[in-house]
């Protein structure tokens, strides 16, 4: 039965860092300032018929705090590059000198770091819910498993593990946006 407990809370710890590992993507994707080849992560183009990520047709660089260097890895792709860039989410205007394409970073505005700051707050919340959910699931289990035979005493104890983890990773929650806070904040 003991061991059934220990799954249990593996199962939930899985479910924690995966809410973490999700908050960590989302918050690369969030532009801060500063050069950052990860805001393009999202972007994909289509590449001889396939769906392809724009890192897997160029190498993306930044050469200084406000620059993004692409350059797609075959010349004919540069149009296309730019095309797809332009369509994103990204919000800067690619510059194709015929070589590559160079994206230089605006400083953010004070409101849009603010509209920045919120978005991320609500992405470490969704990763608090997320985290949550899995403790919540997990009590629920031992509870059940206490109806199964297993004791009073160890179904507390399992119950405690699971308060501690949870705590822990709504710390580390915290602590990522606070860092992204910061980086966004800083000018």
């Known amino acids: 039965m003991a061991t059934d407990l220990k799954q249990l809370e593996q199962k939930a710890e899985e479910k924690m860092q995966s809410a973490i590992e999700f908050l960590d993507e989302s918050l690369a994707r969030i532009r801060a300032g500063k050069a950052n080849p990860r805001i393009l992560d999202g972007i994909k183009l289509d590449y001889y018929g396939t769906l392809t990520a724009l890192s897997g047709v160029a190498s993306i660089s930044t050469p200084d705090a406000r620059t993004i260097i692409v350059q797609p890895w075959e010349k004919q792709m540069l149009k296309e590059v730019e095309k797809v860039i332009l ?59 206490v109806k199964d035979g297993v004791a009073e005493d160890v179904a507390k104890d399992a ?17 990522i946006f606070a860092a992204k806070e910061k980086e966004i904040l800083t000018i």
Do not use: F
Request: net charge positive; proline share 4%; glycine share 2%.
């Open 159 to 175: 119950e405690n593990d699971m308060q501690k983890l949870h705590d822990k990773y709504i710390k580390k929650i915290d602590e």
């Open 87 to 145: 369509n994103s989410d990204v919000g800067i205007t690619p510059d194709n000198n015929g070589e590559m394409i160079r994206l230089s970073i605006p400083p953010l505005t004070e409101e849009r770091r603010k509209a920045l700051v919120k978005q991320s707050k609500q992405e470490a919340e969704d990763a608090k819910v997320s985290v949550r959910n899995a403790r919540r699931d997990a009590i629920d289990s031992i509870k059940k498993s």
